[in-house]
């Protein structure tokens, strides 16, 4: 009977043992935090570009799609006549009808993929750009009965920011930072910055300046980066951080869903 209580404490002891370190582990995890602290506002094409744009006898423009099987046709507008659209405007044509949104940007060259399963064309436009800033709007357009294109839905940067917030975390041991989905470790990384000071000591993870798009494929996918803020400097730094991934979907009712994030793979 001894041996067996011995035995018996000895596994409730190891066991113990066992939740305390998750505990501990669970204790050590902090939320990363966010750039975007509100909801961006969508752009508006200056007046003057939108008169220009009604009185056009010609726009002059590129294609981002031209999806012949499919009779999709995806354009940034360039210039009306003779007057730049100051990076505003993208025209979509399914057949001889053609649709204008002249309040989506078409900087930085935007990407439209048509589902013709799903009866989607997702299209990317840029929200914030600059140094080290990547940040793109997706939109989910549709076309109805008469072939013409309206925006079903749109995916306000702050949001999807804000829905990958609840899910990651991090630990950072010395200059080792690693990276979490919940319970699933993402990545595993090494500082090699040695010039800016050390973490910063409140917030030393965030992300919200690299959050984009590929809709390469018949579903999209947002991909983003972390940003490390160090004691000294303004800026934050991806020297070291990797990039993940995730499909999204979307129900009839507008609600999105992030699915499993990942680390991409570095080209």
């Given at each position: ?6 035995i ?37 094409m200056?007046?003057?570009?939108q008169?220009a ?16 099987v ?48 799903t ?33 079903k ?16 975390s ?63 400097g ?20 507008g ?9 991409m793979?570095?080209?």
């Amino acid at each position: 009977m001894k041996r067996n209580s011995f035995i018996s404490l000895a596994i409730v002891f190891a066991i113990g043992m066992m939740m305390a370190g998750c505990k501990t582990a669970d204790v050590n995890k902090k939320q990363l935090a966010g750039t975007m602290e509100e909801p961006l506002q969508s752009d508006t094409m200056p007046d003057h570009v939108q008169q220009a744009l009604a009185k056009a006898i010609k726009y002059h423009s590129h294609d981002l799609l031209n999806d012949t099987v499919n009779e999709i046709l995806v354009s940034s507008i360039d210039e009306a006549d003779q007057t730049s659209t100051e990076g505003y405007g993208i025209q979509v044509t399914k057949g001889a009808i053609s649709t204008t949104f002249p309040n989506i940007r078409h900087t930085r060259e935007p990407q439209a993929k048509y589902n013709a399963k799903t009866g989607d064309l997702w299209l990317t436009s840029s929200a914030m750009e600059g140094t080290g800033v990547r940040v793109e709007w997706l939109h989910q357009i549709r076309f109805g009965d008469n072939d013409l294109a309206y925006v079903k839905t749109e995916f306000n940067p702050y949001g999807v920011q804000q829905e990958l917030l609840q899910r990651l975390s991090y630990t950072i041991d010395g200059e080792t930072i690693s990276l979490y989905d919940g319970e699933k470790l993402l990545a595993t990384v090494t500082n090699t910055v040695k010039d800016m000071g050390g973490f910063d000591d409140e917030q030393p993870l965030w992300i919200g300046e690299q959050l984009y798009y590929d809709v390469s494929s018949s579903e999209p996918k947002v991909i983003f980066t972390p940003g490390v803020k160090f004691n000294t400097g303004l800026v934050l730094t991806y020297d070291d951080m990797p990039e993940l991934s995730a499909p999204i979907t979307i129900d009839e009712n507008g609600l999105f869903t992030i699915h499993e994030i990942s680390v991409m793979d570095k080209q």
